[in-house]
């Protein structure tokens, strides 16, 4: 069992950033590959990025591809989100997820078994 909480989000103005946590539980975090997804009012949950357990491996959706920074900390089990030029439309309740048997589709939100509670992110234009 994994207990996944988020923290840092808030209110920017578009142009700024925000920097996303997710501490984990459990001893055996580093081999969780973990996830970042969003779902804004109305709107079904989508994949933001994502890390393999090693953190060699990254992945993102277009739409945050070169403004979005995924990382890990295995020592702290904490993963992180960096999130730089926030736009309007980036603001969602964020929520981490992880599972430890993902190799592939990293983007589907079934694959992962632990979520966490979402962080609210407002993005003012």
């Known amino acids: 069992q994994v207990q996944l909480v988020e923290s840092g989000g808030g209110l920017v103005q578009a142009g700024g950033s925000l920097r996303l946590s997710c501490a984990a539980s459990?001893?055996?975090?580093?081999?969780?590959?973990m996830g970042w997804f969003r779902q804004a009012p109305g709107k079904e949950r989508e994949f933001v990025a994502a890390?393999?357990?090693?953190?060699?491996?990254?992945y993102y959706a277009d739409s945050v591809k070169g403004r979005f920074t995924i990382s890990r900390d295995n020592a702290k089990n904490t993963v992180y989100l960096q999130m730089n030029s926030l736009k309007p439309e980036d603001t969602a309740v964020y929520y981490c997820a992880a599972d430890p048997s993902i190799s592939y589709g990293y983007h589907r939100a079934y694959k992962y078994a632990y979520w966490g509670q979402g962080t609210q992110v407002t993005v003012s234009s």
């Open positions: 459990g001893r055996t975090f580093n081999s969780y590959a």
């Open positions: 890390i393999s357990w090693s953190g060699g491996d990254t």
